[in-house]
């Protein structure tokens, strides 16, 4: 059994956690050591190690069989490890070779980054923490991250994996990603501040510094993972996605920014998939784009360049040019599939040189599949394409013990060229009987050289009418009928063409989600305004006006007085938000922001001064601006809300800090673990090193509100420090009379949610 993990701390900074530090720490020096000295059939297990060509040793890699893990007691419990730091967040276990894709995109914390086929997110995950890395304590990065996929149900999947991470600068959305909105502003359009949108808009258009097209696929590069697969693979299914693939790849060169970077990926080793996408997507670019050598980045993984020539296969004969390929197969097989792109005769010339009965050269008649005998011609000579791709990457399973991927890094030099009217017609020999929507297609991805030169940035957008027609568009469904494949998706490799919830036809009226514009599938993302509510919280908490709240909240529901949950927004999240209202909300967002704010419902939350406790989600972001509601406990104290959950105030070991809680405001409050000989009365100060957990103040009690395994998971972080720095830990010098006396039954005080309130070390932002 193989399998991948990336160690980070799934909190906002993930560079700088301190329970980073010591996952790497109890890897490298416990888990690492015992195996180390341990045997298991006959042979020494090397069940971890890190992958060396991940920077800052924060992937490693496991080799291990179920029968290894039954036998043998260390790895049994680093197994358990693996599950509990997994499902917390602070490791993300993924496929070792789809880590590759993100590290190439070079991502800076001000980039603007689209995953066009997110779903199931690891790869996102990996874009969040790239953006989050260098950001300080209580503050965001400038960039985000848009994460898509077409599925409504993988998008639910994407947005469980990356709630973890806890960001306010994620915008998930269901779209059709070869017809992703680009949000083009209208300058003439109605008045903005009838939508409460302030009418200097900082973006015209969506565009992105960075794009990750990790395009559906045939999958056959999973098939170490997924032996079945050998049951389930044919050659029509890498034929039958390659014009999807093309779509989806220029889709995404035209919403990049000139001077951005997009990589293309899959995880198939056809060269119809790969070579092939990249050769059209060149031809069709010209010199706006340029393949990228990446042959000096990552310099410890192993790789091997792209293919300049490749065949064919279809229907039992390999095709080693276009004009081999049988004139009833030519809407399946199109020219851009070959090397060089190109048919050998103008169509038209072509039907007039093969009349009714004529013999192809492979044999039999063309005009008939019944008559045609699959033969191959070996006179015809193999093409070679004239583009360089062998700066691409082909990632081998039996050279680093990985899958086997794809990679292409493509590079937007300038605006992108009108599509020539050739590139039309070719569209048209994909399907006869969608020849309209193939033209719409083809014009979508028209980025005319005539841009405003007097812009002040250097965004140079695509005079394109293509958005704005696909609102009104009914789906795709003919084309959705020659999408055999399923999005390329290492955890899921079973999934296969002829998938009922992809198939229209059998999936009843399910695609009827996907027309463009106004989306009535999810509830509405509305800016929330309430002064009232908003600063009731400020008092509250204490929060002052260096963390500005106004304008950068936002809810699900329009109906303020009925608000269950706030999130908060980063300004670069907002700008986008601001700009789908004014262009008539295209994007359809099924997830956005940093839960930071819900509703009590309890019995003593309808009696506070404020509505709204603080979500675990949103503690490290909000805990550097909170002066109220907070306290400071030292080590035993903490450790015995963990573990107990609810004390009540006579029963802290601590006194002073009993008393100080009983006199906190009735609702929600902060505990921060004490650090070293720090006095209860000093000013609580809060750096990357904090540790704090939400809890609730009750007539009687402090309740933690957090689930039962990461009050676990942190207990067993903070024994491991205390007994690393002070070679025992002093909670462990607890009297057992004094454990005893504080424990207590199960508070009825206050309504627990376990599922929605995860504890969180309060960090960097």
Same mark, same amino acid.
């Not at 050289?449 to 250097?458: A, F, G, L």
């Given at each position: 059994m193989f399998c991948w993990m990336m160690v980070q701390d799934g909190l906002d900074d993930c560079s700088v956690s301190q329970f980073c530090a010591d996952i790497l720490s109890q890897l490298e020096n416990d888990f690492m050591k015992s195996l @180390?000295? *341990?045997?298991?059939?006959?042979? &020494? !297990? *090397?069940?971890?190690?890190?992958?060396? /060509?991940?920077? &800052?040793?924060?992937? /490693? @890699?496991?080799n291990y069989s179920r029968m290894q893990l039954r036998k043998n007691q260390t790895l049994e419990r680093f197994h358990e490890f693996l599950k509990q730091e997994n499902e917390i967040g602070n490791i993300t276990r993924q496929e070792a070779v789809s880590m590759v894709p993100p590290l190439f995109l070079d991502v800076s914390p001000d980039h603007f980054v689209l995953d066009m086929c997110a779903a199931p997110g690891s790869k996102t995950f990996q874009l969040l923490e790239i953006i989050h890395r260098s950001t300080k304590p209580g503050t965001l990065p400038g960039g985000m991250v848009v994460a898509n996929d077409v599925d409504v149900k993988r998008c639910n999947l994407l947005i469980h994996q990356t709630k973890r991470m806890c960001t306010a600068n994620l915008i998930v959305t269901n779209h059709e990603a070869q017809h992703f909105p680009g949000c083009r502003l209208n300058k003439l359009s109605s008045d903005s501040s009838e939508i409460g949108v302030v009418k200097e808009q900082s973006m015209s258009q969506l565009m992105f510094d960075r794009v990750l097209c990790d395009v559906p696929c045939s999958g056959d590069g999973t098939l170490r993972k997924a032996p079945d697969i050998w049951r389930k693979w044919n050659v029509g299914m890498g034929n039958g996605i390659h014009c999807l693939q093309v779509q989806i790849a220029m889709r995404g060169i035209s919403l990049l920014k000139v001077g951005g970077r997009m990589v293309y990926s899959t995880c198939s080793m056809n060269p119809v998939e790969n070579e092939a996408v990249v050769a059209e997507i060149l031809r069709r670019c010209g010199g706006s784009v340029e393949l990228v050598d990446v042959s000096c980045e990552l310099p410890q993984l192993v790789r091997r360049p792209g293919l300049k020539k490749w065949k064919v296969r279809d229907k039992g004969m390999w095709l080693a040019s276009y004009k081999d390929v049988p004139k009833f197969r030519r809407a399946g097989i199109v020219p851009s599939m070959f090397p060089s792109g190109q048919s050998a005769t103008d169509p038209t010339d072509n039907e007039q040189d093969v009349s009714l009965g004529e013999k192809h050269e492979n044999g039999g008649d063309v005009n008939s599949e019944n008559g045609f005998q699959p033969t191959e011609n070996p006179e015809t000579l193999e093409e070679v394409s004239d583009h360089p791709l062998q700066r691409c990457i082909r990632i081998v399973p039996h050279d680093q013990n990985t899958g086997a991927f794809f990679i292409a890094v493509l590079h937007k030099l300038s605006p992108l060229p009108a599509i020539q009217e050739k590139s039309v017609n070719l569209q048209r020999n994909l399907h006869s009987n969608n020849e309209e929507r193939s033209e719409k297609l083809s014009?979508?991805?028209?980025?005319?050289?005539?841009?405003?030169?007097? +812009?002040?940035?250097?965004e140079k957008f695509p005079e394109t009418a293509s958005d704005t027609d696909l609102v009104e568009n009914e789906p795709d469904e003919t084309a959705s009928e020659h999408d055999p494949c399923q999005p390329c998706e290492e955890n899921k490799p079973e999934e296969v063409p002829g998938d009922r919830e992809n198939d229209p036809k059998k999936a009843g009226g399910k695609r009827k989600l996907q027309i463009q514009g106004k989306w009535k599938g999810v509830d509405p993302v509305v800016f929330f305004k309430d002064e009232a509510t908003i600063n009731s919280i400020k008092t509250f908490y204490g929060v002052g006006d260096s963390l500005v709240l106004n304008g950068q909240l936002v809810t699900r529901n329009s109906d303020s007085k009925h608000v269950k949950r706030i999130y908060y927004i980063s300004k670069s999240?907002? +700008? !986008?938000?601001?700009?789908?209202?004014?262009?008539?909300?295209?994007?359809?967002?099924t997830s956005v922001g940093l839960k930071m704010f819900e509703r009590q419902t309890s019995r003593e939350g309808t009696s506070t001064s404020c509505a709204f406790r603080i979500s675990s989600e949103g503690l490290p972001l909000l805990l550097p601006y909170i002066t109220k509601q907070i306290l400071c406990a030292s080590p035993v104290d903490f450790k015995h809300l963990l573990q107990y959950k609810t004390i009540r105030y006579a029963d802290f070991v601590d006194a002073e800090f009993g008393e100080k809680a009983s006199k906190l405001m009735l609702g929600c409050c902060v505990v921060i673990l004490k650090k070293g000989t720090q006095a209860s009365v000093d000013p609580i100060q809060v750096d990357v090193s904090t540790i704090a957990i939400g809890c609730w103040k009750g007539r009687a009690s402090l309740t933690v509100m957090v689930t039962a395994i990461e009050c676990q998971e942190m207990q067993e972080r903070l024994l491991m420090r205390l007994e690393g720095v002070n070679g025992t830990s002093p909670v462990e010098n607890i009297s057992s009379d004094v454990a005893d006396e504080s424990k207590v039954e199960e508070s009825n005080d206050v309504e627990m949610n376990e599922e929605t309130e995860p504890v969180k070390m309060a960090t960097a932002g």
């Open positions: @180390q000295t *341990e045997a298991t059939d006959g042979g &020494e !297990v *090397e069940a971890i190690r890190p992958l060396p /060509w991940y920077p &800052e040793n924060l992937a /490693w @890699q496991s014009n979508e991805i028209i980025e005319s050289p005539n841009i405003n030169q007097e +812009d002040d940035t250097d999240v907002k +700008d !986008v938000l601001e700009l789908n209202l004014l262009v008539g909300q295209q994007l359809k967002i």
